[in-house]
C-alpha cells in the first residue's frame, strides 16, 4: 500500500515537472560536458519536456556517482547513458495528455494495453528503451553502455551496480 501512495505521488510529480519544467543554460551546459555533436543531435530529437528529465536523471546519476566514490570514466560513462536512455522517445513525441492517458490506461489494464503496440503512442510508451537502443547501437558504444539503454525499465533482469543506479534515478525523475 505504501508503495502505491509513493507512485501516485511520483507520477503526480512527474506531470507537473512534465508540464513546468524547462531546459536551462546550464542544463545544456551541463549536456555538452558529455555529449559529442552527434550525440546532442539524437539528444535533441527529444521533446524539451524528455530531455529536461534526461538531464534531471543524468544530474542524479552523478550525485550518486559522486557519493558513491566512482571511478571518473564510470560517472562520466554513466551520465552519458542517462542523457541517452529516453532517445527512443524522440520517434514519437508524446504530449502531456497523451502520457497521462497511456499512464492511467496502463495501471487500470495491468499492462494489457500493451498488445496495442501497432499504435505508435502505445509502441512508444512500451519500447522506447529498445528503439534507443536500436537508435544507438551503430555508433560505437559497447555492449555494456547498450544494454543500460535497452533495460533501464527491465525488473526481470539480473541489476549489476550500473543499472541499479540509471533505475533508480529514472523511477525518481
Do not use: P, W
Amino acid at each position: 500500500m505504501k508503495e502505491r501512495i509513493y507512485m501516485s505521488i511520483n507520477r503526480i510529480k512527474q506531470f507537473y515537472l512534465f508540464a513546468t519544467d524547462k531546459v536551462k543554460k546550464e542544463d545544456i551546459d551541463f549536456t555538452k560536458k558529455y555529449l559529442d555533436k552527434n550525440e546532442i543531435n539524437i539528444f535533441n530529437s527529444l521533446s524539451n519536456a524528455d530531455k529536461k528529465h534526461s538531464i534531471r536523471v543524468a544530474y542524479d546519476v552523478f550525485k550518486i556517482c559522486r557519493k558513491e566514490n566512482k571511478d571518473l570514466d564510470i560517472t562520466h560513462r554513466l551520465v552519458k547513458v542517462a542523457l541517452l536512455h529516453d532517445v527512443g522517445k524522440g520517434l514519437c513525441k508524446l504530449n502531456i495528455i497523451d502520457r497521462s492517458l497511456l499512464v492511467i490506461l496502463d495501471s487500470l489494464s495491468n499492462g494489457k494495453i500493451k498488445k496495442f503496440s501497432n499504435i505508435k503512442k502505445i509502441d512508444i510508451y512500451y519500447n522506447h528503451a529498445e528503439k534507443a537502443y536500436n537508435i544507438l547501437k551503430n555508433n560505437g558504444y559497447d555492449d555494456n553502455f547498450l544494454n543500460l539503454i535497452k533495460n533501464h525499465h527491465s525488473r526481470n533482469i539480473n541489476i549489476d551496480d550500473e543499472l541499479r543506479i540509471l533505475m533508480f534515478c529514472d523511477d525518481k525523475n
